[in-house]
């Protein structure tokens, strides 16, 4: 047996069934068995699901985009508040540092391809930036103010 949440198309009223499987549940629909609790209307869908984010009385606020761009632009603040921006220097310092050369630090900075592979074998910890994370360079924000 499964259960259905369904939606009738011509009220909008939503309801639950319990179905054989889901051949059945197509074939009886086809055959309009299914009729609507509230007004008996046989125009009848499944229910359609969307990611369970919490409704918030400001619209747009559970906008999955807005919210991950308020993420975003904290991650952003974050890095660029307690992280040293490193440009090319990154493999090389989060080498020295994983070696013991250096004292630890959070830092972020760019690699190559080749620099991100050799860091990934020595397993030195060093993960990828989601774009949309990566603060202002350093030198480009003492440009902005
Ligand atoms: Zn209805």
Redesign the pocket.
């Known amino acids: 047996m499964i259960r259905y949440a369904l939606e ?1 198309r ?2 909008e ?1 939503e309801f639950e069934a319990w179905f054989a499987s889901s051949e059945a549940f197509e074939k009886q629909k086809d055959r309009h068995l299914i009729a ?1 609790p ?4 046989s125009d009848i869908r499944k229910q359609i699901m969307a990611p369970s984010v919490r409704p918030s009385e400001k619209s747009g606020a559970s906008d999955p985009e807005r919210v991950f761009g308020k993420l975003a632009a904290k991650a952003r603040q974050h890095i660029s508040e307690n992280y040293d921006y490193v440009g090319d220097g990154f493999a090389e310092e989060a080498r020295s540092m994983y070696y013991g050369e250096r004292d630890s630090r959070p830092i972020w900075g760019e690699t190559t391809t080749e620099e991100r592979e050799s860091l990934k074998e020595e397993g030195v910890p060093a993960a990828p930036l989601p774009p949309a994370f990566v603060p202002p360079k350093q030198d480009d924000k003492s440009k902005l103010n």
Do not use: I, Q
């Not at 509230?38 to 209307?41: K, L, Q």
């Open positions: 009738c011509d009220c009223s609507c509230d007004c008996g209307g």
